[in-house]
């Protein structure tokens, strides 16, 4: 097994040069997921002047540099769009909306349970 199971970060080989490289990239992932937060998840296209370590769920019908990266987690990093695919469980708040959500394995919904009346 070369990357961890459930945040596919890459493992150090024991003959592996350059072993700072795959430190550094496990450290920016766990940087963008734990605690998760992005700036919003309506945006189908990245910002024209991303703050470094911006991070965003894409929206549906994706363009520009996050075709086909729909509701993954996008983060500014270095200058260049880094992606992360959710799996079910993963918890993001929603800066611009100040709400909590969920992925359940195919969408991020609400996390908060619906108000019976």
Known sequence: ??????LDLP??????AQKHVTLNESLLAL??????????RDLAAPPGSPV??????VAATATGAWVGREDDIATFEDGAWAFRRPVEGWRAWISDEDCLV??????WIDAAPEEVA
């Open 102 to 107: 969920v992925f359940d394995g195919a969408d």
């Open 31 to 40: 940087d963008t997921l734990v605690h998760l937060a992005v700036e919003d």
């Open 11 to 16: 493992f150090l080989m024991p003959a592996q």
């Open 1 to 6: 097994m070369d990357f961890t199971q459930h």
């Open 52 to 57: 470094e370590g911006a991070r965003y769920i």
